[in-house]
């Protein structure tokens, strides 16, 4: 995937940025994290390490979905090149 990496990030390059909305399931999902973390009995230094966490985990899964997605796109694209070649 390392020949997918380089074109998206020669894209943002390009671009300048590469902006990932937010789907309305994943907002509700990450309001009924915030106040579960709210009401957790731990320090303010913790709370704030999980919220971290949980943010970066978040965007390295949309960042390695969008990949993975991108990637099976030039694949298909590929077989269908070589499809329409071959009639």
Excluded: W
Aim: hydrophobic share 45%.
């Amino acid at each position: 995937m390392n020949k997918i990496t380089n074109i998206f990030e020669e894209f943002e390059k390009r671009s300048g940025q590469v902006v990932i909305t937010h789907g309305e399931e994943t907002l509700k999902i990450a309001k009924k994290l915030n106040d579960l973390i709210a009401r957790l009995p731990i320090c303010l230094a913790d709370n704030n390490r999980l919220v971290y966490l949980m943010k970066d985990q978040l965007m390295a899964a949309e960042r390695e979905q969008f990949l993975a997605g991108f990637d099976l796109g030039l694949k298909m694209a590929d077989v269908f090149k070589e499809d329409r070649r071959s009639k």
